[in-house]
C-alpha cells in the first residue's frame, strides 16, 4: 500500500488549500476508512478528518468541523481536504492514512504516506 500526500504549502491567514493523496494497493474491504491527520512541531499527531468506504460518512475533528471538509474519489483512487479559513494554529505536517476497518480519528491506523507541510502565518 502506497500514499503519497501533495499539496502543502505555505499560505496566509484566512486563506484556503487543497490537499491530495494518492492511493495504490489498498485491498478493498467493506470496512475500509481513509483519514487525515496532522502534527504540529512538539504536539501529538492529531486526526483531522475522516471518512468511512461503507457510506461515505465523514468525521472530522472538533478544531477543524465547518471549515475544512474530505472527499474520496474512489475511481481516481485519490482522498482529498479541502481546507477553509486556515488559522496560524493548522500549521502542521499532515498525513494521509488508511486501514482495512473504520477506526475513526484513532492513530492507530496500519498505512501511512510520508507528510505534506502545511505553513500558515
Known amino acids: 500500500v502506497q500514499l503519497v500526500e501533495s499539496g502543502g504549502e505555505s499560505v496566509q491567514e484566512g486563506a484556503s488549500l487543497k490537499l491530495s493523496c494518492a492511493v495504490s494497493g489498498l485491498t478493498t474491504y467493506p470496512e475500509n476508512c481513509m483519514a487525515w491527520f496532522r502534527q504540529a512541531e512538539g504536539k501529538e499527531r492529531e486526526g483531522v478528518a475522516g471518512i468511512a468506504e461503507r457510506d461515505g460518512s465523514t468525521f472530522y475533528g472538533a478544531s477543524v468541523k465547518g471549515r475544512f471538509t474530505i472527499r474520496h474519489d474512489v475511481a481516481k483512487h485519490m482522498l482529498y481536504l479541502e481546507m477553509n479559513g486556515l488559522k496560524f494554529d493548522d500549521t502542521a505536517m499532515y498525513y494521509c492514512?488508511?486501514?482495512?476497518?473504520?477506526?475513526?480519528?484513532?492513530?492507530?491506523?496500519?498505512?501511512w504516506g510520508q507528510g505534506t507541510q502545511v505553513t500558515v502565518s
Open positions: 492514512a488508511a486501514d482495512e476497518y473504520n477506526l475513526g480519528l484513532d492513530r492507530s491506523y496500519t498505512y
